[in-house]
């Protein structure tokens, strides 16, 4: 016999099969080791709930081995689990709403305005914070931002930008090299 139940656990057991009780986990639970210590087999307890023979089995071990530590709904309820991750909004929002009236030339990037791509590469080079692309965006929504990337300039513009840049550069004394990566 896999489970040999003591009359307090079985009047424990009993009591939360009474109506109007919902099938919960801890009433399928219950009902699974009630069959059990009343001889059933767990290939058939598995096959009356719908569940795998395996959870049975994990049913009846987990329940022996919390004996004497918990009482008896306690020891049928779900455990703890870890779950979706903690949201990053409260932790990106302030950082990007924070940035946005900034221009980024002021942290080194070479860009007119703020873009997901590049809020994303900021919060994970100096803020540490480690967000996908699709986060940003949808931080940016929050904040009530457009989120579309602006067209790229015509190549003549860009070499015409790069080139006027250049030349400024040369007048202020610096050297520059004419070479446009894109």
């Known amino acids: 016999?896999?489970?040999?139940l003591s009359l307090q656990e079985r009047e424990a057991l009993q009591a939360l099969l009474t109506p109007p009780l919902a099938l919960t986990n801890a009433v399928r639970r219950a009902q699974a080791l009630l069959w059990l210590d009343a001889g059933q087999s767990p290939e058939t307890v598995a096959a009356?709930?719908?569940?795998?023979?395996?959870?049975?089995?994990?049913?009846?071990?987990?329940?022996?081995?919390?004996?004497?530590?918990?009482?008896?709904?306690?020891?049928?309820a779900d455990d703890k689990r870890s779950g979706r991750g903690k949201t990053t909004a409260p932790l990106i929002d302030p950082l990007i709403a924070a940035l946005l009236p900034r221009d980024p030339h002021e942290f080194g990037y070479c860009a007119p305005r703020?873009?997901?791509?590049?809020?994303?590469?900021?919060?994970?080079?100096?803020?540490?914070?480690?967000?996908?692309?699709?986060?940003?965006?949808?931080?940016?929504?929050?904040?009530?931002?457009?989120?579309?990337?602006?067209?790229?300039?015509?190549?003549?513009?860009?070499?015409?930008?790069?080139?006027?840049?250049?030349?400024e550069h040369s007048r202020a004394g610096g050297t520059a090299s004419r070479q446009l990566v894109m």
């Not at 795998?52 to 049928?76: H, I, M």
């Open 1 to 4: 016999m896999l489970l040999a």
């Open 48 to 76: 009356r709930l719908g569940v795998s023979r395996q959870t049975v089995y994990n049913w009846a071990t987990r329940f022996k081995e919390r004996r004497g530590q918990c009482d008896v709904p306690t020891r049928l």
């Open 114 to 167: 703020w873009t997901p791509t590049l809020l994303e590469r900021y919060l994970r080079t100096v803020a540490h914070i480690t967000v996908c692309r699709r986060s940003v965006s949808l931080a940016l929504q929050r904040l009530g931002q457009q989120t579309t990337v602006a067209q790229q300039p015509a190549a003549k513009n860009l070499l015409d930008a790069v080139s006027e840049a250049t030349d």
